[in-house]
């Protein structure tokens, strides 16, 4: 199962303080938009998103369709197939992409320990 980029969505009280933080440890902005309450952070192929006010907890995220500099793929699981692969298994989901619509889409679930896990294509 291809699951497009990996990153983690902080949710974080002060997004000064965690960019300054984090810029520390050698992530850079690459995108976003910290007025309105988020940014994306890389170093390497390591992706951080930080998000104040946005959600309460931590969520991993996966971007179906993009590469790790946000580059759509040439081909792609589409969100949607991944989510029907799931549910066919078994798991139970917190949120569903409609099933009849294409392009850009989400779902989101929730592992045994309580971690939310989005599936969140933009493509």
Do not use: C
């Amino acid at each position: 199962m291809q699951l497009g980029n990996f990153s983690v969505s902080l949710a974080v009280k002060d997004i000064a303080l965690s960019r300054a933080f984090y810029e520390k440890l050698g992530f850079t902005v690459w995108g976003g938009e910290q007025e309105r309450g988020w940014l994306i952070l890389k170093n390497g192929s390591t992706v951080v998103g930080l998000f104040q006010g946005m959600f309460e907890n931590n969520i991993m995220t996966f971007n179906p369709g993009w590469d790790s500099d946000g580059k759509t793929l040439a081909e792609f699981a589409d969100v949607r197939e991944l989510q029907r692969g799931l549910k066919a298994q078994g798991v139970e989901l917190l949120s569903e992409a409609d099933e009849t619509a294409s392009g850009p889409a989400s779902f989101m679930l929730v592992d045994p320990d309580g971690n939310q896990i989005m599936f969140d294509q933009h493509v």
